[in-house]
């Protein structure tokens, strides 16, 4: 018997929406029990305006845990797109925060330094990463296993030619919310990845701010005059 392929083709077209529907349903549960982020990258140059570049860079992700080790907070950032148009629809974004020291109760502000914020995205061939001067971000409680943080910090911003490769050291504003689910591997392995290639954090963020000792002769007391 001959196939009717008009019948073969509804059949087909039938199934790759069902199977469309569950990858959907998949990721959207998924999501619901991996956290969320939502950042925006504002230049802060006054010297210049580009006429066509966008005012705000927005970069969500579908991903986002922490961890918490000794006296230690790390959070992590992810997320993915799945590309039909090859490489120049490639979409990705990876940053982590480390934090020092844990909320003596349901909250705390954090201080920002060299040392607290990693981040890369990708727009198709556009390849950008960034690392944090200084800024300030507040994190909540939610619940046993839930962060909700909010920041706001200045970052240096490097973008990727293919013959000069990392250049660039433009002054960004970085202004964000995120949830994060607990998750100590997932956290582990989005920082390494956020750490790669040249963006390893060096000094402890503890040493900043750390007064130098200061060596010189004694000092002694004034001499008291004689009546």
Known sequence: MIADPVGT??????????????????????GGCAGWARLNLISA?????SKSAPLVVELNAAQ???????ERITIALADENISLTGEYGKKSLVTSIVLEGLPAHRSRDYRLDRNSVRGKYRRGPKHVR??????ILGL???????????LRAFVKQ???H????????RRVLLVGDFVAVRNRERTEELLRRSESDGMERGVPARAYG?????????VHPPIQSQP
């Open 210 to 218: 750390k007064p130098r000792a200061v060596t010189g002769p004694p």
């Open 158 to 160: 490097q973008q990727f």
């Open 64 to 70: 986002c845990y922490y961890s918490i080790e000794d």
């Open 130 to 135: 960034f690392a944090s001067l200084s800024g």
């Open 45 to 49: 140059e006054l010297g210049r305006i």
């Open 162 to 169: 293919v013959l000069r490769g990392w250049s660039g050291n």
């Open 9 to 30: 083709a509804k059949e087909g077209a039938a199934q790759s929406s069902l199977a469309l529907l569950v990858l959907v349903v998949g990721s959207l549960s998924a």
């Open 140 to 150: 909540w409680l939610e619940g046993d296993n839930q962060l909700k943080g909010r």
